[in-house]
């Protein structure tokens, strides 16, 4: 059974940092693509970016670029979101998705390319 537990959410006030974790089990996480997405109160969920499963290949949505920054340890089946210079409207729930990918670069950007998905994490940026 896939399962993806995300961690690392909070309350951080503007300009702070967050670091999340995604912890896979029940997958080999180096032949998964993985994304971040996330889900602001009454919006829907937007992808924020994904990394293939050799790290070779990285995709950001551009309000985050030089903010966040997704990195992966394969051999710890964990995912991470580095969050820097966290700004009010980076406030939502965020969810980390994987999808099992044969080719080394490739990462997806939308939402229905992945089919497993963790419970999500708080992040609250204050102003």
């Known amino acids: 059974q896939v399962q993806l537990v995300e961690s690392g959410g909070g309350l951080v006030q503007a300009g702070g940092s967050l670091r999340l974790s995604c912890a896979a089990s029940?997958?080999?996480?180096?032949?998964?693509?993985m994304g971040w997405f996330r889900q602001a109160p009454g919006k829907e969920r937007d992808f924020v970016g994904a990394?293939?499963?050799?790290?070779?290949?990285?995709a950001y949505k551009d309000s985050v670029k030089g903010r966040f920054t997704i990195s992966r340890d394969n051999a710890k089946n964990t995912v991470y979101l580095q969050m820097n210079s966290l700004k009010p409207e980076d406030t939502a729930v965020y969810y980390c998705?994987?999808?099992?990918?044969?080719?080394?670069?490739?990462?997806?950007?939308?939402?229905?390319?992945?089919?497993?998905w963790g419970q999500g994490t708080q992040v609250t940026v204050s102003s």
């Open positions: 998705a994987g999808r099992e990918s044969y080719s080394s670069s490739v990462y997806y950007t939308a939402r229905g390319a992945y089919d497993n």
């Open positions: 990394i293939s499963w050799s790290s070779s290949s990285t």
């Open positions: 029940g997958l080999t996480l180096s032949r998964y693509v």
